[in-house]
């Protein structure tokens, strides 16, 4: 078996819905590459010995210092994706729950340092935008069975 590279890995990700008055709160990036804005559901990868639900709720711990109520698994979705023009490829494990800090339901975007120390918002973005194509979300898949 040859060695793969960083880019050539599979990885197992967590990500999370969360809905308020029709909006979803979501990661806003940019890729430089395709000069692109895009939203991204908020989540991040799973740990070696750690299972989906327990990576949700750290990564929301983490980079957020948000916890989570509520949470419903929902799908797997594969992503095979280009982000500055690197090919990536993952496994999502899609959930869906509640904020338990009832404040954020209240702010339009909060600022967050991912943990590569990369500077991001976490914004509220109307669903009819996302299930009408009009605002990119990754990963992409079809939303429609899962939000009001």
């Known amino acids: 078996m040859k060695n793969k590279s960083k880019n050539e890995i599979i990885r197992v990700k967590a990500m999370c819905l969360f809905e308020r008055d029709g909006k979803l709160f979501v990661s806003k990036n940019y890729d ?8 991204r559901v908020i989540g991040g990868s ?5 299972t989906a639900e327990e990576a949700v709720r750290r990564e929301l711990r983490e980079e957020l210092n948000l916890e989570i109520e509520n949470l419903q698994f929902l799908t797997v979705v594969e992503n095979i994706f280009t982000f500055e023009g690197e090919k ?4 999502i494990f899609l959930y869906k729950g509640d904020l338990s800090d009832k404040d954020i339901y209240k702010k339009e975007s909060i600022s967050y340092v991912e943990a590569g120390g990369k500077k991001l918002s976490a914004e509220w973005i109307k ?9 990119k979300l990754y990963p992409p898949f079809d939303y429609k069975k899962f939000l009001n």
């Open 127 to 135: 669903i009819s935008d996302v299930l009408e194509e009009r605002i």
């Open 88 to 91: 990536g490829h993952e496994i």
């Open 46 to 50: 799973v740990e070696f010995s750690e």
């Open 32 to 39: 430089r590459a395709k000069k692109e804005t895009f939203y």
